[in-house]
């Protein structure tokens, strides 16, 4: 009864401290421009003030438009497997807070969340930090105290400006480039490549996970000032061939420089993971661990396992089956398109929802006609409104139903679907994360 008790008292503390950080702090995530602060001014202010942890543990830094998430969790699940003790760093959290912060995969625990934020609330009264910096020096802090051999760290937004910028880290990687944050980053490519180049830095190597004619350049003339080893990653893992094996997903890889094939299998099933997968390889081969092949493939094997990475084509039923991804923008859509095409089913439900300032003109023509549509909206203030939505994928030809919440969207996609068909929840981060809360 006093375990319970004891329980009880730390969820209380833990839900008070999450309200303090939400309201005095509002999160980009939710809020979006309002929230946003350029500059690394209160990044470095409170980096100084907890006696720059960030300089205590090896680390590896990782930008881009898509796939960033799950390559750091590949990563992650590389180093894990190959024995190092591994701090990994992502953001947003889908449901719970303290999904940002894990070593070994296990989540910061709450009592350690209460105490860095009631131990260090004047310094955040007085600096005033964006509430991505807060969670990005909290992680530092609880890497560098549990003295973690190394910590994969995402950017949030950008790169160039990003909190995360102030590590100096033994690789950097950079996943890929597409048009999604233009307001902040720009509304070109090679403009947001230069935000994401930003964390390339002076004589640490560097992978590029996609070539792009647009970038590749922006990419190279930032290397060679900084004199940076660049490596584009498809350059020298192609993949050949993919396909579904069970609950994973099987990869036929070439590497071209050394004139062989291996299989890798992963329990990431979507097919746009065939190009994280190739940067995976490429990064991996530029640690100063030698990891070996075998190590590499157990890790991959077991990403989701050992990171708790969640809403990658995620399958959280079978009759009806039920998708949810996290995919968001133009580029990310193209993949899961393709992936409904090759998936099997009579008909097929889509529970839509996306943030206000997405490009839907970018998204909309790429989406299937013959879809029956519930559009919906995330409970947050950046959610576009789910009649404006219906209008404007009206106006697409996109035909269904308006539901106020992601929830009762899904509920009534099941009630409506039979065993053979097929359910898919996405559009936004958001959406996906109230689908998994449903479970």
């Avoid at 543990?57 to 591994?86: P, R």
């Avoid at 549990?146 to 994969?152: P, R, T």
């Avoid at 009759?319 to 133009?330: L, R, S, W």
């Amino acid at each position: 009864m006093q375990l319970e008790h004891f329980f009880m008292e730390v969820d209380h503390k833990y839900q008070a401290t999450l309200l303090y950080l939400f309201s005095q702090f509002p999160q980009y995530q939710r809020i979006g421009s309002g929230a946003y602060k350029s500059g690394l001014e209160g990044m470095l202010a409170l980096d100084g003030a907890l006696g720059h942890p960030h300089q205590r543990f090896a680390s590896i830094h990782i930008a881009g438009t898509n796939g960033k998430g799950s390559v750091s969790s590949m990563l992650a699940a590389v180093l894990q497997n190959a024995g190092y003790k591994v701090g990994l760093y992502t953001s947003p959290h889908l449901v719970d807070f303290r999904e940002r912060i894990r070593i070994n995969g296990a989540m910061i625990p709450k009592e350690e969340v209460v105490w860095f934020v009631d131990s260090y609330k004047p310094l955040l009264d007085d600096v005033c930090p964006s509430f991505f910096e807060i969670t990005t020096a909290m992680a530092f802090y609880y890497f560098a105290n549990q003295k973690v051999d190394i910590a994969v760290i995402e950017t949030g937004l950008g790169g160039r400006l990003d909190s995360t910028n102030i590590i100096n880290p033994i690789l950097s990687v950079i996943t890929n480039i597409g048009l999604d944050h233009c307001e902040y980053l720009g509304h070109t490519l090679p403009l947001i490549a230069a935000e994401k180049a930003g964390i390339i830095k002076a004589h640490t190597p560097v992978v590029i996970g996609e070539r792009d004619p647009q970038t590749d350049s922006v990419f190279m003339n930032r290397a060679q000032e900084l004199q940076a080893p660049i490596y584009f990653a498809q350059d020298r893992f192609k993949v050949t061939r993919t396909e579904q094996n069970g609950d994973h997903q099987q990869f036929c890889i070439s590497d071209i420089e050394k004139n062989r094939e291996e299989h890798y299998l992963s329990d990431l099933t979507g097919l746009y993971q065939q190009k994280n997968v190739s940067t995976l390889l490429q990064a991996v081969d530029l640690l100063p661990q030698a990891i070996g092949t075998e190590t590499v493939k157990q890790g991959l094997k077991d990403v989701a396992r050992l990171t708790g990475l969640r809403a990658r084509w995620e399958r959280i039923a079978i009759q009806p089956g039920i998708i949810v991804d996290a995919a968001h923008n133009a580029h990310g859509m193209r993949w899961i398109v393709e992936q409904l095409q090759k998936e099997q089913y009579r008909r097929l439900h889509f529970v839509l929802g996306v943030v206000v300032e997405k490009d839907l003109d970018s998204i909309l023509p790429l989406l299937p006609q013959n879809a029956t549509y519930y559009f919906t909206q995330a409970q947050i203030p950046r959610a576009l409104d789910a009649h404006l939505l219906a209008e404007q994928c009206g106006r697409a030809g996109l035909v269904g139903r308006t539901i106020a919440s992601v929830g009762e969207a899904l509920t009534t996609a099941i009630q409506n679907a039979n065993s053979d068909d097929l359910i898919f929840v996405g559009g936004s981060i958001f959406v996906a994360a109230e689908a998994l809360e449903r479970e």
